[in-house]
């Protein structure tokens, strides 16, 4: 199995590789399109700040390669934001893959939402042996609305998608690599896709 | 719901855990790395690793520590003590630590909260206060609490949200170390005046305790190192006990 996980200078990838090799899988970091297109998995991460992680896909032309891809592609955390048309972060234009704009949380809750929460209404392949209001880590100060795309839904004073799905793509805001073993199950199941 | 999270601290000293005990089950009651992964088993929602170590070499120890939790444990875990540079910042979240702490480095340097969180954003930057009262006022302390300085706590901790910090993680030191409870008065004071998550630290003694924290100090989070080190109490006894009170946590 080679799974690819897109370098492009946007944060902390170690432990995302780390949550592989838990698994018994070898995950490449590179930034090198061929080896992006011939992967069978790939995994587009993302820590930090839209416009700027934008910049830097634009700089290595990455922003026209991920929508092209066809096998399956998970966006993790910003990843699967800058997987969306918008976000009010930066006020950036995303890659326009997933159906919805992503909004700040601004509704008297505390912002970034930091912690364990719980996935519901799982729609996917991706939950298989996961049970309805599992738990799952996020860091996130910026949400995708509920839309046509939605495979998980969570609850931070409104409800909202905290995973995506269209044709091929998948993006999820929690941490997989971080959310322990459901997390790393929901890793697995991406993988056996 | 977003759940409270339980958090047990690990003071390291020269790449091991100091007040370690005796963990029956475990090779080496010193080795952080394997009292880590036991906490996680065990339920804990993150970790915080406290690098008490004063030497120079320090910092490869802490680097190569960190890098050995990341391959191990699955949840995430925040690294403090002594940090003060953009590059030990980014030495320590390149080997896989999720968040880093600062404390007294950002009171003497206030700048480098915003320097941390423009170079690595909000999520991963943890500003941590040890504070007590002095005269009725709380005043923030330094070098783990030993150093007294003018700041006030809570308008440090305007401050420091304002700077662009992701989360406080507060500690008592009228409280730390007497297992009598946490300050839940200053905490619920700074959790309403913030809208960043606070963290409460310093008074750990029984489950009770904890309880308090998340209802009268609206806490969001609650850390502790020895009653979970000397097994006073176990992380999932705490967990079970707290959802029968009603307080949401992951189980």
Known sequence: ?193 | MLTKRIIPCLDIKDGRTVKGVNFMELRDAGDPVELAARYADEGADELVFLDISATEEKRKTLARLVYHVAEKVNIPFTVGGGISSVQDVDVLLKNGADKVSINSSAVKNPDLINELVAKFGSQCIVVAIDAKQVDGEWKVHLVGGKVPTDVELFSWAKEVEERGAGEILFTSMDHDGTKNGFANEALARLSSERNIPIIASGGAGKVQHFTDTFIAGKADAALAASVFHYKEMEISDLKRELKNQGIPVRI
């Not at chain 1, 799974?3 to 780390?18: H, M, V």
């Not at chain 1, 839209?50 to 032309?61: E, I, R």
């Not at chain 1, 026209?64 to 096998?71: A, D, R, S, V």
């Open chain 1, 1 to 193: 199995m080679k799974i690819a996980i897109i370098d492009y200078g946007a944060g902390n990838i170690q432990s995302i590789k780390f949550a592989f090799a838990r698994l018994g899988l070898k995950a490449e970091l590179t930034s090198d399109v061929e080896t992006i297109k011939t992967a069978e998995k790939v995994i587009f991460p993302g820590v930090g700040e839209a416009s700027s992680a934008m910049h830097k896909l634009k700089q290595s032309g990455l922003d026209l390669i991920i929508p092209e891809l066809t096998q399956p592609v998970l966006g993790i955390c910003l990843g699967m934001q800058l997987m969306c048309e918008y976000t009010e972060e930066g006020d950036t234009k995303g890659l326009g893959i997933f159906h919805t704009k992503v909004k700040k949380f601004n509704h008297g809750v505390k912002v970034p939402q930091i912690g364990w929460n719980q996935i519901t209404e799982l729609k996917s392949e991706l939950y298989r042996d996961i049970p309805e209001k599992a738990y799952i880590y996020l860091v996130h100060s910026f949400y995708a609305p509920l839309c046509k795309d939605t495979i998980a839904v969570s609850d931070y004073g409104l409800s909202y998608s905290s995973a995506l799905q269209w044709r091929n793509f998948y993006g999820v805001q929690f941490h997989p690599e971080k959310s322990s073993t459901v997390g790393a199950k929901i890793l697995k199941n991406f993988i056996d896709l």
